[in-house]
DNA sequence: TGAGTCAATCGAAGCGTTTCGATAGCCGCC
DNA sequence: GGCGGCTATCGAAACGCTTCGATTGACTCA
């Protein structure tokens, strides 16, 4: 392995000047620059990350927190994972993968160890025990997701209140008059999921404004779950027309199980869902509201890297949900 | 931070002492370990990790590659993503996890700068360009699937063509004589990804073995897709009573379709499904093979550790089927 | 012409560990 | 009673970088 005192006396300099010229930090010749960098490429140099670490505190490294449930859709979890590393390459960090059962003494260890900069945290809930922990960290963090009490901590996520009004509008200017809520698992609402209450709130302030008969469905994703949720509400609300989906997991088996009670999308039943449009996997392409993973990320990496430059001013992003129109909302009247 | 010499100093040693103390590499007195370790934690002491690195040149760090593709079955890859992560902390080792998008590049990049000591690749290809950097990094790399020329590296696989021989056989044994594999969408094959391949020649040999009418689909996962590829199975081999499922993705929607051409599981026509079985989430428990993540990548890290201390003999383990008996295979005749 | 400014560079200290050799004390033994 | 061999410990060097202060010229301006 090479070192930076081996490309500078290649290049003729000292080794402070070497660093500067690749930190920019100090101004150097146009001359000396071009040496020094000849040199790097010839030899092939790249700087030691620990040694960068331990000289300037700084390690370029940013931990994700993820959660290692197994009643998350996997899928929009790997979104999000693949993007942080996406967004955070952008910014020339890397990314050091924590799972949640670690717990609170994970984070800990991460921080004091000085293994990463700052840490980023998939799927907060409202009430979350990690957030005492990260609030006395001495690095800053960003969470996904929204809690009860974010105090001194940036939060990014979709504003699902209003992602909720926008799928019960779709449907009632449609003149829907009677409609649905399919939502997460029982569980996640038991477990205070920020999320969804604030989907739930959003849905029914909607509906009471639009003056809907509205039902509301929490939902495992297995199959009899689906079934059961489905069978109860065609029968209890024979006119029901709209149905607003707010479960990624349970999506697929829900439209699956309309076809087998013979209800047609949108003929006799129109579907609003939110989540990632997975428009060429079904048979109807999809009127959604897709999570936008990537903004989110974008956002929390920016976030992330402002606060380690000092500028920090925590604040709760919410992102304007976006409709996405596809053919699964039919005119009614 | 506290530092090691200030642990030294409340425990009235040397630096070196309580480093000795920490990573038992030479005989301390019981008195003295117990003063170290109680000012150990008191102080709250954390090695800086960075320091560590660059004095010893372990980072206690793995590289986990990830495929940065859309068709790959998303909950499959978490599971190894989140298995990775914890059988990592086992040996306590952290995981830094890279998207293979940037490419041989950045694996140079991670190696040469000493961010890990080892790589973890997943999803490799027969051919995988990463397969020549990888040989000639400084550190060890244990591969996720076997190469056409594994030479020098480590891999481990689950043994696919046996997989397919047991689905074969297991169809071939209730009685079945015309069946079908519905397997990788085309591009898999394109890209010669050595899994599809190695089920393909098992399942090819099991049937000729068997004397059994055979066919084989490459099936996208898709809606149409998978629509097409029955319609064409079920018109052209009307005989056809078993299918061999060797595409997680596709696989819910093949059975929604199913059922929608009104082919009854097991009844109509019989299924044995590769990948981890979703038991609950389907209306007939099916027979499959479930993918062993937790046991492939359990071994992975554990070869990984290996190679780091020394014991380094390339191997390639591939991990036996096992089959888990469902519904979903009738007796015929 | 001499003080002041500025750009470019250097040298050295310091970051927090690990590890190697040295040493001090102790024990047992001939 | 001196010597070899342990065990337990220490001190110092080394790891590879960043950063701070100092230095050297060259240039400006009164």
Redesign the interface.
């Known amino acids: 392995?090479v070192s930076i005192s081996e490309v500078a006396k290649d290049a003729g300099v000292s080794a402070s000047t070497v660093s500067y010229v690749l930190s920019g930090k100090r101004s150097i010749s146009a001359e000396t620059q071009r040496r020094v960098e000849t040199s790097i490429r010839r030899l092939?140099y790249?700087?030691?990350?620990?040694?960068?670490?331990?000289a300037s505190s700084r390690?370029n490294?940013l931990a994700?927190v993820?959660p290692?449930r197994t009643d998350i859709h996997?899928?929009a979890?790997?979104?999000f994972?693949?993007s942080v590393?996406?967004a955070a390459?952008e910014h020339d960090y890397?990314?050091?993968?924590?799972?949640s059962?670690?717990g609170p003494a994970g984070l800990r260890?991460?921080a004091?160890?000085?293994?990463a900069d700052a840490f980023l945290v998939m799927e907060v809930e409202s009430d979350d025990p990690r957030i005492p922990v990260l609030r006395e960290l001495?690095r800053p963090s960003v969470l996904i997701g929204v809690p009860d009490d974010p105090g001194g901590l940036a939060c990014v996520d979709l504003d699902f209140a209003a992602a909720a009004r926008r799928c019960v509008a779709e449907l009632a200017e449609a003149g829907h008059q009677d409609i649905a809520l399919i939502g997460s698992p029982p569980v996640v609402y038991e477990r205070g999921t920020s999320f969804a209450q604030r989907f739930l709130r959003g849905y029914d302030d909607a509906t009471r404004e639009h003056g809907l008969r509205a039902a509301t469905r929490a939902c495992a994703?297995?199959?009899?779950a689906v079934g059961e949720c489905l069978e109860d509400l065609l029968t209890e609300r024979p006119e029901l027309t709209g149905l607003v989906v707010h479960n990624e997991a349970a999506l697929?088996?829900v439209l699956?199980e309309l076809?087998?009670r013979g209800r047609k999308v949108p003929e006799d039943i129109s579907v609003v869902a939110v989540g990632q449009d997975a428009a060429?996997?079904?048979?109807v392409p999809l009127t959604t509201i897709p999570l936008p993973t990537e903004d989110m990320v974008r956002i929390a990496v920016e976030l992330s890297m402002r606060a380690l430059n000092g500028s920090n001013t925590p604040e709760t992003r919410l992102l304007r949900p976006q409709i996405s129109p596809g053919e699964s909302v039919a005119q009614r009247r």
């Open positions: 392995m092939g790249r700087p030691h990350a620990g040694a960068r670490a331990l390690t490294v994700l993820m290692l996997m899928p979890m790997m979104r994972v693949t590393v996406t390459r890397d990314v050091l993968l924590l799972t059962d670690e260890r991460v004091d160890s000085a293994m001495s994703p297995d199959y009899d697929g088996t699956a076809r087998n060429a996997h079904r048979e």
